[in-house]
Each structure stands twice: as C-alpha cells, then as structure tokens.
C-alpha cells in the first residue's frame, strides 16, 4: 500500500533553516509528481512547492519562492524541502503528497501524517 512518511521537521528560530523528508513506499515514486502542503494552525491547507517525476521542473508558492528548494532523490524515494531564512508565518504542520498533474492543477490522492515545523525564538 502507498506509504508516505514525513521526519525532520522541529523547533527553528526566525532566519534559520530546517530540512524536511518523506520517504514513499508502495508505489513507483519516479512515476509521480509530488508536492509539500501546509497546514498552519487554525488555517486551511496550503500549497508550497510541488516537484515534476525527472525533477526537471519545480514550482513553488509566492510566500516560499527563493526560501525554499523542493528536491527528489528517485533511487532512494525520497522527497525533501530545504527550507532557509524561515520566518514564524512558516509555523505549520507540512504534508508530503502524491500528486496527479491534469490540465494544469495540481490534485493530491495520498498525504502523509504530516511533520511539525514551528519557527519561534
């Protein structure tokens, strides 16, 4: 079954940087688009980055743009978001997702449990 596992997330000061993973399983990873989302407290869910099968193409959200790098790593299926000059409006419990790309949105059918990134001082 499709398993997605999200670790590294964790208490940050604003301006540093914290590096987030998820490891997929149970299905062909390199086949699939995948994407961050975050969900920050109180709020709705919001898109952050989303990354193409050969990673040759990445997107990112206005608020992350030039902050954050989306990455993948096919043969060790793993997703990561390198996130640096963080600031407190990061603070949100981040989503790894697989991700169908269909006339140009991007949909999610599995999510992960979700990892915690809180950017406090």
């Known amino acids: 079954q499709v398993q997605l596992v999200e670790s590294g997330g964790g208490l940050v000061q604003p301006g540093g940087s914290l590096r987030v993973s998820c490891a997929a399983s149970?299905?062909?990873?390199?086949?699939?688009?995948m994407s961050w989302v975050r969900q920050a407290p109180g709020k709705g869910l919001e898109w952050v980055s989303s990354?193409?099968?050969?990673?040759?193409?990445?997107y990112y959200a206005d608020s992350v743009k030039g902050r954050f790098t989306i990455s993948r790593d096919n043969a060790k299926n793993t997703l990561s978001l390198q996130m640096n000059s963080l600031k407190p409006e990061d603070t949100a419990l981040y989503y790894c997702?697989?991700?169908?790309?269909?006339?140009?949105?991007?949909?999610?059918?599995?999510w992960g449990q979700g990892t915690q990134v809180t950017v406090s001082s």
């Open positions: 990354i193409t099968t050969g990673a040759g193409s990445t």
């Open positions: 997702a697989r991700t169908l790309y269909d006339t140009n949105s991007f949909k999610y059918d599995y």
């Open positions: 149970g299905f062909t990873f390199n086949s699939y688009y």
